[in-house]
């Protein structure tokens, strides 16, 4: 699995996430038809340049806005919608306005249609925004990961800021600097693409993206590179109940897997007073740790949850899609190490098909070994 991992010791901002991924490798055009294809190019200019920070050297990004234009949340969601880019990228970039908007919203007390945004209103929000995503894209991972952020003593950490990070499973570090260090933009950014948490992998390159701040260090740091089997950590949830029925608890069960969990178990045991009960166990991404916590209180009779992190190996794992005589099944593939150990037929592929499940199953299962030159 190909991993981008933001190193945000010194924060995040729109500008250093550019500068950033272009010095990662992504291409530096990227910018200039993000401006062509919001339609502002009378009103943007983009200056890169390669400068230091102290002793660090990375790509400086600047957009420079002439003529600035406010705009509220139903303009600058217009203008993305409208815009000729790729479609993971117009739905990310909207995401994130989406995300910026609730934030406002909440903040100023008025609907989001009718909020304008100010600072975070202007041409250079939705390049940055835009920007960002195009060039993700570009450099093609399939999961990122970012960092513990710094969080100063207010007024240095926006309150926008804070909503955004609220419950995203972000993870927030005391920091004595008196400055913003993780501005909106930064933020809205990576709760729309990442888990906070870091990955084992093999490191293929690295960029720097500078602040515009002189301070030796100012920079933002974007790993690429390969997962190596390895998540380096999961949540785990878990509640003992004695006093829910077991059709209740399988019918949450359901729901929680539905909701975004990655596994759910149920297990018996003995609790106080030699009562009976169940173990509710369920494993959550980091960043879905308070949201699915809040869905087992409400839903369960438990009065509690408990939350650990663990760290798990994962065996890498890809989908292929083989022909039958009954017609084309998902089999799942199971490596380590580059090497391919074991297939699985998709079990609600087989049962769409109708017939004999377990034939169809079969006869995936053997499709997919012979195509694999598996013994």
């Given amino acids: 699995m190909r991993i981008a991992y933001f190193d945000c010791r010194s924060g995040i901002s729109g500008d250093m996430t550019l500068g950033a991924l272009i010095d990662a490798g992504a291409q530096p055009d990227l910018l200039q038809r993000t401006v ?49 880019i790729p479609e993971p990228v117009r739905q990310s970039a909207l995401g994130a306005l989406g995300r910026l908007g609730e934030v406002e919203a909440a903040i100023h007390g008025l609907p989001a249609e009718k909020l304008h945004l100010h600072e975070l209103g202007g041409a250079d929000t939705l390049v940055d925004l835009v920007g960002a995503f195009w060039l993700l894209d570009d450099l093609g991972p399939e999961q990122v990961y970012a960092s513990p952020l710094p969080a100063p003593r207010p007024p240095h950490s926006a309150p926008a800021t804070l909503r955004l990070l609220a419950g995203s499973g972000a993870v927030l570090e005391p920091d004595s600097r008196e400055e913003e260090l993780v501005t909106p933009t930064g933020a809205a950014i990576l709760t729309q693409v990442a888990r906070f948490s870091r990955p084992a992998l093999t490191l293929e390159r690295a960029g720097w993206g500078l602040g515009s701040r002189p301070t030796p260090g100012n920079a933002l740091a974007v790993w690429i590179g390969e997962g190596v089997g390895a998540q380096s950590e999961i949540c785990v949830l878990e509640a003992n109940l004695d006093d829910m029925a077991p059709n209740l608890i399988a019918a949450l069960a359901e729901d929680l897997m539905k909701m975004g969990a990655r596994d759910v178990s149920v297990g018996a045991v003995t609790m106080k007073k030699g009562r009976p009960g169940h173990l509710l166990a369920v494993m959550v991404e980091p960043e879905d740790e308070v949201r699915l916590a809040h869905v087992m209180l409400e839903r369960s009779t438990t009065l509690g949850v408990r939350a650990s992190t663990a760290r798990r190996h994962l065996a890498a794992r ?7 005589e009954f017609g084309p099944v998902r089999v799942k593939v199971k490596e380590l190490g580059g090497r391919v150990l074991d297939v699985a037929a998709e079990y609600e592929d087989a049962r769409r098909l109708g017939g004999d499940v377990a034939l169809i199953m079969r006869r995936a299962t053997e499709a997919a070994r012979r195509q694999l030159e598996l013994p």
């Fill in 36 to 84: 062509s294809a919001l339609g502002l190019a009378d009103e943007v200019q983009i200056a890169l340049s390669h400068q230091e920070r102290g002793h660090l050297g990375g790509v400086r990004v600047e957009v420079r806005v002439q003529g600035a234009r406010a705009r509220n949340l139903t303009e600058l969601t217009s203008v993305v919608a409208a815009a000729p």
């Fill in 318 to 324: 890809r989908w292929i899609e083989v022909a039958t």
